[in-house]
């Protein structure tokens, strides 16, 4: 069982891993997707340094991350291997230029301050900051993100900002149980996403799917799941 909260052993721990991987290939055969076409962005947040190089062990590069101060410590910690850092949390204006100098990608954009600041922050010296914008898909005014119809304006920005590589887009749906209707939600951000890549060349990832809608999200389209509890077991 994935989701009790206890403390995993290591070849428990690797074993979760493993499946997790497995079972994105079983769901790309599943659904038609050609092999590899969906990544796996391990969401590490609350995981220890330990459990990311076991993770970068078994070939996961691309790790998520939503608490600042927690990640760039892991960051600093695990250079030498080379992973490539998402920040996934809501991004607040005092914290764009820790965020621009140590994250390789940032999935939760939604508005254009926050871009103007990653852009000036992000300098030269470093590749271009890759950003997914986050579209809020629920229209709860809770959640962040922009909404469907504001997205394409936001992409527009990123497009002409030098230190900002624009590459898709990235939701939360609002939790949703039934796999049918988990589909509708992720449908219609595929297709602003195909809209979306005839005017913007750069757009390659459509980043929708945790660990309870995966499946539907691959099912619609996806190219990069983001799986913590799947992946690692229950925060704790
Ligand atoms: C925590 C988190 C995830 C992972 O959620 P799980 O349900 O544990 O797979 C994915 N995306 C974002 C933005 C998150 O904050």
Known sequence: MVHQAQQLDSGQEMELIASSISKIHELEAK????????????????????????ASRLGISHFGENYLQEAIEKINKLRELNLKWHYIGSVQSNKTREIAQSFDWVQSLDREKIALKLNEHRGNNLDALNICVQVNLSGERSKSGVSINQTEELCKLVEELPNLKLRGLMAIPAPQSDFQLQRIKFRE?????????????????????????????????STMVRLGTLLFGARL
């Open 31 to 54: 659904y038609g997707r050609p092999k590899n076409s969906v990544l796996l962005l391990a969401v590490s947040k609350k995981k220890s340094p330990e459990q990311i190089v076991k």
């Open 189 to 221: 951000l595929s297709r602003k996403f195909n809209a979306l890549k005839t005017n913007y060349p750069s757009i390659d990832i459509l980043s929708m799917g945790m660990s309870n809608d995966f499946e539907a999200a691959i099912a619609e389209g």
